[in-house]
């Protein structure tokens, strides 16, 4: 089973909220769309549910013309952000809410709730009410409802957003569990975030979309490795991945009359000229040999310190392993690793990766 999106264009007003959007996902795997809020993400899904008609372009399934599917007709179910539950009712009772829809037969009704609140871990719970759940159980019950139908396509839009921070870190493993087990039955799973980690985490394919369009799709692993462009590589890293203005030249790289250093050896070949580069905070920290920088913000955050930088018009976010506390103002002395250092043309192309070398 596949689901191909053919040039897919949504524009009610002046600004494109799906630009030409096309791609192709199979069965058994999970997609992550990844992009900053207004990025088009939500009126994906609903188009892809039948809720949004778009104004030109097609979807196909299996064949077969999606787009004229009534929305009360296609397999897809969707859990949204506000996660909705029905509050008179018991756990099980709202987990089989769309099986009495169907008049499914009581004995499959029976297997099917239990076992969609075995999936999600919510044995044991099924004659407890809505009121007496927490907010990750409540979402658990939502994720239940939507496995239950056994739908051919499983629609996520930022389930997690609006719980707390350790909740959707426990969630988000849990989640993982889940769509992995739901992954190898028939379903394309899509899942939509604004949260790099998240994205990272859940693994499966990435399609990183901005203003409507799509930027890149492929593996967390070569999204993460190898950015296409400056607009993804900020998307796709929390913090955003630093980026600044050079030169490359007889062998180095020239930031400021300060800041200069040998051109690292997955630049080797990569013509002399202007450049913007990136490197992750991960890679720059401190150190008694390096570059002139003045702190502008410290933030600690667990057990981590992450360093506002600056030098002239360079400002960069660097990370300290520990919990530290600095001065604003305060000098100190920048090291850069530059094994991790990325080099995009002035458009914001890819043109040198650490990972992967010239492009």
Same mark, same amino acid.
């Given at each position: 089973?596949?689901?191909?999106?053919?040039?897919?264009?949504?524009?009610?007003?002046?600004?494109?909220?799906?630009?030409?959007?096309?791609?192709?996902?199979?069965?058994?795997?999970?997609?992550?769309?990844?992009?900053?809020?207004?990025?088009?993400?939500?009126?994906?899904?609903?188009?892809?549910?039948?809720?949004?008609?778009?104004?030109?372009?097609?979807?196909?399934?299996?064949?077969?013309?999606?787009?004229?599917?009534?929305?009360?007709?296609?397999?897809?179910?969707?859990?949204?952000?506000?996660?909705?539950?029905?509050?008179?009712?018991?756990?099980?009772?709202?987990?089989?809410?769309?099986?009495?829809?169907?008049?499914?037969?009581?004995?499959?009704?029976?297997?099917?709730?239990?076992?969609?609140?075995?999936?999600?871990?919510?044995?044991?719970?099924?004659?407890?009410?809505?009121?007496?759940?927490?907010?990750?159980?409540?979402?658990?019950?939502?994720?239940?409802?939507?496995?239950?139908?056994? /739908?051919?396509?499983?629609? *996520?839009? %930022?389930?997690?957003?609006?719980?707390?921070?350790? @909740?959707? $870190?426990?969630?988000?493993? +849990?989640?993982?569990?889940?769509?992995?087990?739901?992954?190898?039955?028939?379903?394309?799973?899509?899942?939509?975030?604004?949260?790099?980690?998240?994205?990272?985490?859940?693994?499966?394919?990435?399609?990183?979309?901005?203003?409507?369009?799509?930027?890149?799709?492929?593996?967390?692993?070569?999204?993460?490795?190898?950015?296409?462009?400056?607009?993804?590589?900020?998307?796709?890293?929390?913090?955003?991945?630093?980026?600044?203005?050079?030169?490359?030249?007889?062998?180095?790289?020239?930031?400021?009359?300060?800041?200069?250093?040998?051109?690292?050896?997955?630049?080797?070949?990569?013509?002399?000229?202007?450049?913007?580069?990136?490197?992750? /905070?991960?890679?720059?920290? *401190?150190? %008694?040999?390096?570059?002139?920088?003045?702190?502008? @913000?410290? $933030?600690?955050?667990?057990? +981590?310190?992450?360093?506002?930088?600056?030098?002239?018009?360079?400002?960069?976010?660097?990370?300290?392993?520990?919990?530290?506390?600095?001065?604003?103002?305060?000098?100190?002395?920048?090291?850069?690793?530059?094994?991790?250092?990325?080099?995009?043309?002035?458009?914001?192309?890819?043109?040198?990766?650490?990972?992967?070398?010239?492009?």
């Amino acid at each position: 089973m596949s689901l191909i999106a053919s040039n897919l264009s949504l524009k009610p007003e002046e600004q494109y909220h799906l630009d030409d959007i096309c791609f192709e996902m199979s069965q058994g795997q999970i997609y992550t769309i990844i992009g900053r809020t207004l990025s088009g993400k939500t009126t994906l899904l609903k188009t892809i549910a039948g809720l949004i008609a778009p104004d030109s372009g097609g979807l196909v399934l299996d064949g077969n013309d999606f787009g004229s599917i009534p929305v009360w007709k296609r397999e897809v179910a969707m859990v949204y952000q506000q996660f909705i539950n029905y509050p008179h009712l018991t756990v099980y009772e709202n987990v089989a809410f769309p099986l009495k829809q169907r008049g499914t037969q009581k004995a499959e009704i029976h297997n099917r709730v239990m076992n969609a609140l075995s999936q999600v871990g919510l044995e044991g719970f099924q004659s407890r009410k809505i009121q007496a759940l927490s907010g990750g159980q409540q979402q658990r019950v939502a994720l239940a409802r939507s496995l239950v139908k056994e /739908a051919k396509i499983l629609l *996520l839009d %930022e389930p997690l957003v609006n719980l707390d921070y350790k @909740l959707r $870190e426990q969630l988000r493993e +849990e989640f993982k569990s889940i769509f992995n087990t739901k992954a190898s039955a028939d379903s394309i799973l899509i899942y939509s975030s604004t949260d790099p980690v998240e994205a990272m985490q859940l693994g499966g394919q990435i399609l990183v979309m901005d203003e409507g369009r799509i930027l890149q799709q492929a593996s967390a692993k070569e999204v993460y490795e190898n950015p296409n462009s400056t607009k993804v590589s900020q998307i796709t890293n929390d913090p955003a991945m630093n980026l600044f203005e050079g030169m490359v030249g007889e062998g180095k790289i020239i930031l400021s009359p300060e800041i200069q250093f040998d051109s690292p050896k997955h630049f080797k070949g990569l013509p002399e000229g202007t450049y913007t580069f990136g490197l992750r /905070a991960v890679a720059i920290t *401190l150190g %008694e040999i390096g570059f002139p920088f003045a702190i502008e @913000l410290s $933030e600690i955050s667990g057990s +981590e310190t992450f360093l506002h930088l600056k030098h002239n018009e360079i400002n960069l976010v660097g990370l300290l392993d520990s919990v530290q506390s600095f001065s604003i103002g305060e000098k100190v002395t920048v090291k850069f690793d530059i094994s991790h250092l990325y080099a995009f043309s002035t458009d914001g192309s890819l043109k040198s990766s650490p990972y992967g070398g010239l492009m």
